[in-house]
């Protein structure tokens, strides 16, 4: 039975690491604690207090909706014994009949111990809101005038509790499927694996809500938030083969342009880009399935190259990709390579103490979280942005977005 209540992003890292991990991360019924126990879900606000706990994010969340200065509806989603906080902004005043506007939907923490996306998110609701300023040359009023904005800011509600509690490696849900493999799109075989997609597509409570969500509001513009790495990624996920035709030159135009300002980055198709097949994830189902014409997937963060502008292989690709642009060629041949010692990386911390994982994962001093929030919040209004002004530039995009495609 679902129930509605109205209260007016790494994105693919290897299936490497084994149910020992899993178990090290108190993921298979050793050393799970109850909310009730205040040591242990006190560990992640003792070491790094500027992060949010999940009551703490929902609290926020319900303290903006009293003060927005936009249009804010905030609902709950239901799911069995699963509950999103969905949040929904867009401007008070009607949109001009010249202005298409674009339906964005922002996707966060379906990997729980990527704790960096909801805090992101909930930086660039309180922009949305009037609550903190915007990045300089970036105006809230002009951004809402062109977007309808919808947030999922906890898609793993449930696992980043373990995760606040000091559990840092979990990935999956409780019952150990990855969400972002159980979406019916290149399904594949169910495994032991930390990237295990479940027993069947859409098996989990999480991704029948969030299937739901997106079907019902039909976006022009999905974005999946995620880190481990940094990339900027669109359709295709599922190999390292396949580009994205449809809308595919328009997509990567924007990737490119925000990269230059806001990460410095590989961009492009994701499989290819990150050097392995990611079957079932949100990206390709909502790009295929719904017809979305601008779908993107961000990596936010990567403690092996934690500083954007750094002369890292992270840049280094960037680089390259620009180069390669300007001969009309992709520059491919030393791709994995190139990210073979980034992926290691990811698949080490997999197997390390939880204090490895969160610094993997996440910013480890309050300087590069608050750096980390400010500049992808940015980059999340650069991208809408973007997208609004291509829509209302072209025709069939426009059309596109007058019939929720």
Known sequence: ???????????????????????????????????????????????????????????????????????????????????????????????????????????????????????????????????????????????????????????????????????????????GVDLNRNWDEKFAKQDNSITNPGPHPFSEPETKILKRLVEDFKPTTFVTIHSGTRGMYMPWAFDMEHLAQKNGPAMRRILEEVDTDYCQCPFGAAGKEVGYSCPGTCLDWVYDKLETPYVFAYEIYTGRSPNIGDDDELKFRFEQQRKAEKHDSDGEESLLQLFSGAQSGVDMSEEESPEVCFSQFNPDTEERYNSAVANWAAAYVNTLSLVARDMNQSPSKSISAERGL
């Open 1 to 175: 039975m679902v129930t509605r209540f109205a209260f007016a992003l790494a994105f693919c890292p290897r299936a490497a690491a084994d149910a020992l991990s899993r178990a090290q991360s108190g993921f298979l019924g050793i050393d799970t604690f109850s909310d009730d126990d205040d040591s242990s879900l006190g560990k992640m606000k003792r070491t790094h207090p500027y992060y949010h706990t999940t009551e703490e994010m929902y609290k926020e969340v319900d303290r903006l909706a009293k003060v927005c200065h936009a249009d804010m509806e905030v609902t709950h989603e239901t799911q069995t014994d699963v509950s999103l906080k969905v949040v929904r902004v867009r401007s008070k005043q009607a949109p001009s009949n010249a202005t298409k506007i674009n339906r964005a939907f922002l996707l966060f923490g379906e990997h729980s111990r990527e704790l960096i996306s909801p805090e992101s998110g909930l930086y660039f609701l309180r922009q949305l809101c009037g609550d903190v300023d915007m990045h300089q040359g970036q105006d809230r009023n002009e951004f809402l005038a062109a977007s309808d904005v919808m947030l999922v800011l906890n898609a793993n509600p449930r696992s980043r509790k373990q995760v606040e509690s000091g559990h840092y490696c979990i990935r999956t849900n409780p019952d």
